[in-house]
């Protein structure tokens, strides 16, 4: 008997998770979420998984309950025999807590790995990770994808002339010369410092934007304060036209007013997060990234390379 893979979701984000089986040509998996009164959480899987290799697509924003729904369906996937578990996580949250920058703080992105791991999945594949070093938090397999790949087939993109690639901060500066290499554009970085968490201050713009189409970069829009600011200080400086790409729109607090206000002629972001407030912004395309995902899982059971799905990391 052969064995079969199935793709099961939670509920942060069942509508990808129905576009990436469609684009595998497979029904998405029946699985019972249930809360009891106190809000406990209850998974059962509808259907038999043993000895089948299971893909569980969730992603981990806001709120918390989302991670802990991963956990649950990850144990319940081991304690019913699936051959193996692969935790699909299109946005991964606590990335950014990767290291003890100050005393007595958590290295949040360290435990959700341990969690993750401990609950008995067999590999991860996410994507654009704010910090890639994460990946080593983990002691079983893990696929990083890029959202670029998607990105760099957008038309109204591949088609910006006399272009500057900016970063909106140092941290982000591989992503961008990555993006820069494949458009044949000007590199830029903007130095910033953040005097505290969700509050940052632009400080200078390294590379000239006058007189050129910016493309400006980042892998997350939480409050959209740096984007936001990085759009204006760059306008402020001579750009003609600001194209935003992000991949994670998180927009928390007043982020979606902030977006609205800044220069920003268009901004791009994808579905890894099912955010409502994304209906809120104006000049915003959401591409969706379910046919990437889609082909990591066939590649992933097929036991095929899936490094061609990430090679911006070579940028």
Same mark, same amino acid.
């Given at each position: 008997?052969?064995?079969?893979?199935?793709? @099961?979701?939670?509920?942060?984000?069942?509508?990808?998770?129905?576009?990436?089986?469609?684009?595998?040509?497979?029904?998405?998996?029946?699985?019972? &979420?249930?809360?009891?009164?106190?809000?406990?959480?209850? !998974?059962?899987?509808?259907?038999?998984?043993?000895?089948?290799?299971?893909?569980?697509?969730?992603?981990?924003?806001?709120?918390?309950?989302?991670?802990?729904?991963?956990?649950?369906?990850?144990?319940?996937?081991?304690?019913?025999?699936?051959?193996?578990?692969?935790?699909?996580?299109?946005?991964?949250?606590?990335?950014?807590?990767?290291?003890?920058?100050?005393?007595? $703080?958590?290295?949040?992105?360290?435990?959700?790995?341990?969690?993750?791991?401990?609950?008995?999945?067999?590999?991860?594949?996410?994507?654009?990770?704010?910090?890639?070093?994460?990946?080593? @938090? @983990?002691?079983?397999?893990?696929?990083?994808?890029?959202?670029?790949?998607?990105?760099?087939? !957008?038309?109204?993109?591949?088609?910006?002339?006399?272009?500057?690639?900016?970063?909106? +901060?140092?941290?982000?500066?591989?992503?961008?010369?990555?993006?820069?290499?494949?458009?044949?554009? +000007?590199?830029?970085?903007?130095?910033?410092?953040?005097?505290?968490?969700?509050?940052?201050?632009?400080?200078?713009?390294?590379?000239?934007?006058?007189?050129?189409?910016?493309?400006?970069?980042?892998? &997350? &829009?939480?409050?959209?304060?740096?984007?936001?600011?990085?759009?204006?200080?760059?306008?402020?400086?001579?750009?003609?036209?600001?194209?935003?790409?992000?991949?994670?729109?998180?927009?928390?607090?007043?982020?979606?007013?902030?977006?609205?206000?800044?220069?920003?002629?268009?901004?791009? $972001?994808?579905?890894?997060?099912?955010?409502?407030?994304?209906? +809120?912004?104006?000049?915003?395309?959401?591409?969706?990234? +379910?046919?990437? @995902?889609?082909?990591?899982?066939?590649?992933?059971?097929?036991?095929?390379?899936?490094?061609?799905?990430?090679? &911006?990391?070579?940028?």
């Amino acid at each position: 008997m052969e064995r079969e893979f199935k793709v @099961f979701a939670g509920n942060s984000n069942r509508p990808l998770a129905e576009k990436i089986c469609n684009k595998l040509g497979i029904k998405l998996g029946e699985c019972e &979420i249930k809360r009891f009164s106190d809000g406990e959480i209850w !998974v059962k899987y509808a259907e038999n998984i043993r000895g089948d290799d299971v893909f569980l697509i969730q992603s981990t924003n806001t709120p918390s309950d989302n991670i802990l729904e991963l956990l649950i369906m990850i144990d319940a996937a081991r304690r019913s025999s699936a051959h193996k578990i692969t935790a699909v996580i299109p946005y991964f949250g606590y990335a950014r807590q990767d290291r003890k920058d100050q005393p007595r $703080v958590s290295i949040t992105a360290k435990l959700i790995a341990n969690l993750i791991t401990v609950a008995g999945a067999d590999r991860v594949i996410t994507m654009d990770l704010h910090a890639s070093q994460v990946q080593g @938090f @983990f002691d079983i397999p893990f696929d990083h994808l890029y959202a670029s790949a998607v990105f760099l087939k !957008v038309p109204e993109i591949q088609k910006l002339k006399n272009l500057a690639v900016v970063s909106p +901060d140092v941290g982000g500066i591989k992503l961008a010369r990555a993006y820069a290499k494949r458009l044949n554009a +000007d590199l830029v970085v903007i130095d910033k410092r953040r005097p505290n968490q969700n509050v940052s201050e632009i400080m200078n713009v390294i590379g000239n934007v006058e007189g050129k189409n910016v493309l400006l970069v980042d892998d &997350i &829009i939480d409050t959209a304060g740096t984007f936001s600011q990085a759009a204006e200080v760059l306008k402020e400086k001579g750009a003609l036209t600001i194209t935003g790409v992000c991949t994670h729109a998180v927009f928390s607090s007043h982020a979606v007013e902030l977006l609205n206000k800044a220069p920003i002629d268009k901004l791009y $972001v994808t579905d890894t997060i099912n955010n409502p407030k994304v209906n +809120d912004v104006k000049n915003i395309e959401v591409i969706s990234v +379910d046919a990437i @995902f889609g082909e990591a899982i066939r590649r992933t059971f097929l036991n095929e390379s899936i490094s061609s799905l990430f090679d &911006i990391d070579k940028g």
